[in-house]
């Protein structure tokens, strides 16, 4: 019967089907049915079906209404659902941006500190004072930073600064030869003055062969050199390398853009040749030497070299006593003009020039910081 229900179309049939049967009945029973109850049980058969199709029709649409109503709730609560998820993924992102907004200020804050932390430091530092008959005063700084991330890369950074300073004393006595009283005029003045800025990154590329680019700046005021910058890059061999030596060798093409005292600007190419050694001694000694030799292709008697030895002895662990000399010379160096004066001994306003010094020396002793 609940199958029929749900197909109306069934009902419609099976009552069409009845209706000659009722019929057959009354022909076949002794008492026959009537036409005019046939036919009243014809229109009840088809009022019973049109009250069921009714009824199923009223089913159906209840049942859709039903249907559109639960829909609509749950679309209601999907898109409160949609909205409380995206509140809540809004906050979350607000929390997430507060949070991770306090470990950049604090990486920023350690940004230095943790760049810093791989590199091997070593801080030189010097400072000489004398006074009575002659007054003069030295310091010098030196710094160099080494790390090597992995087997193959090393990445070098260097600075060094000198100055010195003298007094000039100028004594005359006032009065008779007997009573007179001394005055002193003391003037001070810079005696020296260098400066240094490199870095250098070599590259492994084999287990002796190395290749290499560095760039220096230096300036040496009173040996003429106002500025130079110097780019270089090249290949070289390692000589050795074990706990206790250290030697290599390296040469390749440069580029220098120089500017002198009283001279124009000048850029060239060149060639460079460098050979470090450092060399471990008795009871924790230690002894290095550098040798660098530049040469200007334009012009191959326009040569330089800078060559320094030092000695250092531990202190403690993390202290250290360096002595060294270093020795610039510059086969070309910069001119200077002086005051030409005449064989009497007048002044005659001419102004001429002539080279500065080839050799630049400098004697230092320092303490070392390694950390």
């Known amino acids: 019967m609940k199958y029929l229900i749900r197909k109306p179309e069934l009902i419609t049939w099976v009552c069409l089907l009845l209706t000659p ?13 009537s036409s005019a109850h046939q036919i009243t049980i014809k229109e009840c058969l088809l009022d019973n079906c049109q009250t069921s199709l009714n009824s199923y029709q009223e089913l159906q649409e209840k049942t859709a209404r039903q249907q559109k109503t639960e829909e609509e ?10 909205s409380t998820t995206k509140e809540t993924k809004q906050e979350e992102e607000q929390v997430t941006e507060k949070t991770s907004t306090k470990p950049t200020e604090t990486e920023r804050k350690k940004n230095f500190i943790d760049w810093i932390n791989p590199w091997k430091k070593t801080l030189e530092l010097s400072y000489v004072v004398t006074g009575g008959n002659t007054l003069s005063s030295s310091f010098s700084f030196g710094s160099t930073l080494t790390r090597s991330p992995n087997e193959k890369d090393t990445y070098t950074l260097k600075t060094f600064l000198l100055r010195s300073h003298s ?3 100028v004594r005359k006595a006032i009065g008779t030869e007997t009573s007179f009283t001394v005055e002193e005029e003391k003037t001070r003045q810079l005696s020296a003055e260098n400066y240094l800025l490199s870095g250098q990154y070599d590259r492994r590329v084999t287990g002796r062969l190395i290749t290499n680019l560095a760039f220096v700046w230096d300036r040496n005021k009173f040996s003429g050199v ?26 390749g093409v440069s580029f220098t853009v120089r ?21 471990k001694l008795f009871d ?13 292709l334009a012009r191959i008697s326009d ?11 531990p202190l403690s662990k993390n202290l250290a006593l360096k002595t060294g000399v270093r020795i610039l010379r510059n086969h070309k160096p910069p001119m200077m003009t002086i005051p030409l004066f005449s064989p009497e001994g007048y002044e005659t306003g001419i102004q001429v020039s002539i080279p500065r010094g080839k050799v630049d020396n400098f004697f230092t002793t320092t303490i070392v910081f390694n950390f």
């Open 226 to 251: 106002s500025g130079r910058a110097l780019w270089t890059a090249g290949a070289g061999l390692v000589l050795a390398d074990s706990a206790r030596t250290k030697m290599r060798t390296q040469a």
């Open 303 to 313: 040569w330089r070299y800078d060559w320094s030895l030092h000695l250092a002895a």
């Open 284 to 296: 924790n000694a230690s002894f290095s030497t550098s040798f660098i030799f530049d040469d200007n």
């Open 21 to 33: 049967l009722f019929g057959w009945a009354g022909l076949v029973t002794e008492n026959p049915i």
């Open 167 to 169: 007094t000039r004393v």
């Open 73 to 82: 709730k749950k679309e209601k609560e999907n898109e409160e659902q949609k």
């Open 259 to 279: 500017k002198y005292s009283q001279q124009p600007v000048s850029a060239f190419l060149g060639f460079r040749y460098s050979f470090n050694w450092e060399q």
